[in-house]
């Protein structure tokens, strides 16, 4: 019997949006995928490594270490662009070269160029190569990607609103407030105190994109023109929500320019706009402090 | 339409020549001080880049000055700078001061048409030579700091040739002909050789500085790091000015892009792809003035700075693979002149041992 090739993924930056179509991708592709667990303290230690990074990618690096030894590839591509005339952020570009610089003995890197900002060929280039890395042809490559991307679904996409709750506008990178060690469970705290929670994955691209069309200057970050497009359509929509809470990682480069952005918005349209910032040193009790002053707030402003 | 523009280095110098030639009416934000830095950390975000805040800084005293058109860049990203001036416009228009911005993106297209927007009347023979001026000056100020940084650590009395830079600045700025522009920089060129009288059989360290162009050029923000290091007898490179700048993303001129090449090349084994800004070349001319035994390499950057910090997380590898030690200094609105001297002067002494030693 032969043994199929183990392939670690991280659960961490842009496994949130793909990691089920990678994973399904690699599986069809004959390997035995092993994801990293949900974040930990300890993966917060190992991420340490780096210095000056942002939380997310301290996480991405954390879980790496917590995989490399078990696995025989690691699956960590650069996607540098996922549309036309758009980046990712610096630092998800040159995470393969980080891990390389600072994990000695590092399995071998499936660490294919994803490039969509001029055209999409890179995306076929890149399935092609990777099925290549596996032994498999083009053709069957193909067909795999095609069969992961037509099975993916992991975020939720759309919202169902109860009239009589509040609405808040949780607005942030999915690595942020969709991991639980890093949003320190934000999405069901809001909930239990009654909130109804949308996030940035919860508004079409269509709408995200035709909201952003007020800022003067398009934002070449795909996550931060999907945020700031949400952000703008939830405050500008006929039942605009109650409030907005941007959450961000303490030294996240595009979110320092796009929280002020939606700051400026939310001001003008006197929406309460609440600008949490979270690092590793962030304690729960104070974040659930300034959470409740806020949501408190909300429910005064309703009944006056 | 009264112009002004953000300072970095020299740059005011060029652009007040290409603006006043263009016919229009300069007003330069006050030299960087203090108070810049105060104007523009208490109205930028707090987690955003120094050179936002600086040169947000710039534009608030510059329109308190009387400018009512301010120029300035955009970008493409994926660094932050493309999407500076979109902000600050809406900053700039939340404390309530009219104005017109002018954003050049890197595109001919725009560059024409915000020329045309600045100079309607002038033919293009008339912005031609507006141009050619100002690239000049870019040259020649360039030309003439290099030379003054080689001049620096080797000279007896200390403070004769930044007194030369001084006086070579002042005749560039006044300079409105070519020939008058190349009669100073000559002039300066000469002086710098004959008249400075050099330390008989010095050697001194060799370091260069990598990293995030702002920084590096602009001394009030990296507390006067070049002049510093020549005065603690160190000559200085820097790898980035603002003719490399030009002549490389602007104009794309085929030696700079051999060039470009040549150093991804060199970048390739510890960072596969452009990450924005300069982080690319960080690396690059890490590996490269290793290879050309220069003693070290100072790596500066403002904090949280996107390209630099993933640069600097690899620095440390090729630091030890190429066998040169490596600084990182990231500045930001605390950065402390003891604080950065002590750091330099350490690195100083490490890199005196190690040439004592012979370690390499």
Known sequence: MVLAVRIGLPRGLLYY????????????????????????????????????????????????????????????PRVISVAAGQYTCPKIIGMPDMLRSNIDNLPPVINVNVNLRQNNRSLYEAIVSVGRTLGRGAIPSLYAWYRAWKHRHQLPTAYQSDIKRQR???????????DRQISMNIINKLRDIGFDVITPEMVSNRQATAAAKVLGKKIFWSNSHHMAGAALALMQSAQPVNGLIFMTSFSCGPDALIGELINQRAQSLNIPCLLLTVDEHTAEAGFITRLEAFTDMLVRRKRS | MIISFPHMGALSIVLQALFTSLGRKVILPPAISKRTLELGVKYSPEAVCLPFKITLGNFIEALDQGANTIVTCGGVGPCRLGYYAEVQKGILQGLGYEFEMIIIEPNLVNIINNVHRIAPKHSLREIYSAFRLALAKMNALDSIQRKVQ???????TRGASDALWKTAMDEINTADTIPALRTAWYDAEHKLDQEVKLKAGVNPLRIGVVGEI???????VNLDLVRRLGQMGVEVHTTMQLS????????????????????????????????GGHGLKSI?????????????????????????????NILPKVSNDVNIPVLSLAYDEQSGEAG??????????????????NTY
């Open chain 2, 150 to 156: 080689t001049v620096r650590p080797r000279e007896i």
């Open chain 2, 244 to 275: 490399n700048y030009v002549n490389g993303h602007l104009f794309r001129k085929s030696e700079y892009l051999e060039l470009f090449k040549h150093l991804t090349n060199l970048a390739r084994p510890y960072l596969g792809h452009y990450v």
């Open chain 1, 17 to 76: 949006q793909y990691g089920l179509v990678w994973e399904n991708f690699l599986r069809e592709l004959g390997a035995e995928v092993v994801v990293a667990g949900d974040t930990t303290k300890a993966t917060l230690d190992h991420g340490s490594v780096l210095d000056e990074v942002c939380l997310p990618v301290k996480v991405y690096f954390g879980h790496v270490y917590e995989l490399y030894k078990k696995v025989d590839y690691l699956f960590s």
């Open chain 2, 214 to 220: 702002y920084v590096m050029l602009e001394p009030f």
């Open chain 2, 340 to 357: 950065v001297v002590t750091r330099l002067e350490a690195f100083i002494d490490l890199l005196e041992y190690r040439r004592s030693t």
């Open chain 2, 284 to 312: 690059a001319y890490t590996v490269h003035m290793g290879q050309q035994n220069y003693d070290g390499m100072i790596h500066v950057f403002p904090f949280t700075c996107m390209p630099e910090v993933v640069a600097k």
């Open chain 1, 168 to 178: 808040i506008g949780l607005i942030g990178h999915s690595y942020i407030i969709y």
